[in-house]
């Protein structure tokens, strides 16, 4: 079974251009998460997308933003890029939203170089 | 307040010794998950192991087992007879409980870099 996958693993933008990173789920899971990791920080929530509605979103700016297609696979849009804004995105999915018990799985992270 | 922390930023152990992994969390929600991955330095993170917070007995999965202490509210991973390829970040997360929606998220904490010296 194929795990998530993400693309592209790295991306190399300048400051204030746009940049779209792409997602897909597991088979079967409907549930996809970001997550941001930042060089020396920890993994901040992004966005929680879920049979097509976005349902939670962390502590950022709206310049984040995504959306989740029929198929579940999913885009997070960064505008307006900042410096800040290099870091690791992972992407998870799971299978049930409901339960406490479901575990996240992880895509191998997209790379976002901001210069 | 944060809601997991781990106090080791890093440890070097011994090739084929046991090592332990701090954990500590904070929630006053009765029901919730705790997970462990670990990061290799290729930056995928991999599911390790679960304990839920209404599980009896501890989790195990292979040479990776959790110290369970509710009370205290720790979940410390214990990896048995290391390898040099458990070299890596590993991260305690928590799922809270409290409803539907909203709390789907996982909290991570800082991590610790373990470091398995032959």
């Known amino acids: 079974e194929a795990g998530v996958t993400q693309s592209p693993t790295h991306l190399i933008k300048t400051r204030g251009q746009q940049a779209t990173l792409r997602c897909s789920p597991i088979?079967?899971?409907?549930?996809v998460y970001w997550y941001q990791q930042a060089l020396g920080l920890g993994l901040q929530f992004l966005l929680w997308y879920d049979e097509g509605e976005e349902r939670n979103r962390g502590n950022f700016p709206p310049r984040f933003s995504g959306r989740q297609f029929p198929n579940y696979s999913s885009e997070l849009n960064v505008n307006a890029l900042e410096l800040e804004d290099s870091a690791l995105y992972l992407c998870?999915?799971?299978?049930?939203?409901?339960?406490?018990?479901?575990?996240?799985?992880f895509g191998p992270g997209t790379r976002l170089l901001v210069l | 307040a944060q809601k997991i922390t781990q106090t080791q930023p890093g440890m070097f152990v011994q090739e084929k010794e046991a090592v332990t992994l701090d954990c500590t969390y904070d929630?006053?929600?009765?029901?919730?998950?705790l997970f462990w991955y670990k990061q290799p330095s290729s930056g995928e993170m991999i599911f390790l192991i679960y304990?839920?917070?209404?599980?009896?007995q501890n989790a195990t999965e292979g040479r990776y087992s959790l110290n369970f202490q509710k009370a205290r509210k720790s979940a410390n991973l214990v990896i048995s007879a290391s390898q040099l390829g458990d070299s890596a970040m590993y991260f305690c997360?928590?799922?809270?409980?409290?409803?539907?929606?909203?709390?789907?998220?996982?909290?991570f904490g800082t991590g610790t870099r373990l470091t398995i010296i032959p």
């Open positions: 997360a928590m799922r809270e409980g409290k409803s539907n929606f909203g709390n789907e998220k996982l909290t």
């Open positions: 088979s079967g899971h409907t549930s």
């Open positions: 998870a999915s799971s299978l049930d939203r409901g339960r406490v018990a479901e575990t996240q799985y």
């Open positions: 929630t006053s929600d009765p029901s919730y998950g």
């Open positions: 304990q839920g917070s209404y599980d009896q």
